[in-house]
């Protein structure tokens, strides 16, 4: 959802896989090495995923710098910070950590419970919070929105450190789920997923439209897509090609989607 509301007001991040890399070794590390408690170890994989977030928005919202290119550098660069840092795979993370994967809230799975929080916070932002319809404003017409009174640098800028923080989280539960974490695998092709579940639920990718509705349809249907392939023991080369359809199915609908209401 983060992801998606930063496409929205006119911007992208191309760095969420490899910022949920960092995230799920920064938890790990903490949890297991550091032997801290499952709060300290999520805690430090937040402000990991902010850092990062917070880096990303500087260079786009404040410099001026393509979101494109700023992002696909950071790519590359907390890729090779995580390396870096962690250059083993680590593992044995604790049973404490394990609860953040693993366990059930009334029946249902915590990254489960986690996502839906996640998305009724993002519905609720948009729908009752004034700067949830600046984001729509800035993605329509950034000058417009700006002679408006619309903060069209704050209001990215934080979406920005909203969807770092959130892609390490996601990294944090990865690495729960898993008990492991690697820094060179990782997270590896997860923006193209985001990317591909944001665009087919209908948010387009020069901004300005898009639903929280939509959005959760294009991860139910990717998330469908994807273990569908799994149960039917689908080749992984196949399954990257019905991802890569995927993607350009999504961008296609965003692009005519609008122009077939007219």
Same mark, same amino acid.
């Given at each position: 959802m983060?992801?998606?509301?930063?496409v929205i007001s006119g911007y992208l991040d191309l760095s969420v896989g490899s910022t949920l890399a960092l995230g799920a070794l920064t938890a790990g590390w903490l949890a297991g090495e550091q032997a801290q408690s499952p709060v300290v170890a999520v805690l430090g994989a937040l402000a990991a995923g902010a850092a990062v977030g917070a880096?990303?928005?500087?260079?786009?919202?404040?410099?001026? #710098?393509?979101?494109? *290119?700023v992002t696909l550098g950071?790519?590359? =660069? @907390?890729? $090779?910070?995580?390396?870096?840092? &962690?250059?083993l795979p680590l593992s044995g993370f604790g049973d404490g950590f394990a609860w953040l994967g693993?366990?059930?809230l009334a029946g249902i799975a915590a990254p489960v419970v986690i996502a839906a929080v996640v998305?009724?916070?993002?519905?609720?932002f948009v729908a009752y919070t004034p700067t949830g319809r600046h984001v729509f404003a800035i993605g329509?017409?950034?000058?417009?929105?700006?002679l408006s009174g619309i903060d069209v640098r704050r209001t990215p800028f934080a979406l920005f450190v909203v969807?770092?923080?959130?892609?390490? #989280?996601?990294?944090? *539960?990865?690495?729960?789920?898993?008990?492991? =974490? @690697?820094? $060179?695998?990782?997270?590896?092709? &997860?923006?193209?997923?985001?990317?591909?579940?944001?665009l087919l639920g209908g948010v387009a990718l020069s901004g300005g439209s898009g639903s929280v509705l939509g959005v959760l349809l294009g991860v139910l249907?990717?998330?469908?897509?994807?273990?569908?392939?799994?149960?039917?023991?689908?080749?992984?080369?196949?399954?990257?090609?019905?991802?890569?359809?995927?993607?350009?199915?999504?961008?296609?609908?965003?692009?005519?989607?609008p122009r077939t209401t007219r």
């Open positions: 983060p992801l998606a509301l930063l880096v990303n928005g500087v260079l786009c919202c404040y410099l001026g #710098l393509s979101p494109f *290119i950071m790519l590359a =660069a @907390v890729r $090779g910070l995580a390396q870096q840092l &962690f250059p693993g366990a059930r998305l009724v916070a993002g519905a609720l329509v017409n950034r000058e417009a929105a700006y969807t770092g923080t959130a892609a390490a #989280l996601a990294g944090a *539960i990865k690495a729960s789920v898993l008990d492991s =974490a @690697v820094a $060179g695998t990782s997270g590896a092709g &997860f923006e193209l997923t985001v990317l591909t579940a944001v249907f990717l998330g469908c897509l994807q273990n569908g392939l799994t149960l039917l023991s689908v080749p992984t080369f196949w399954q990257q090609m019905a991802q890569g359809v995927a993607l350009v199915a999504g961008a296609a609908l965003a692009y005519f989607g």
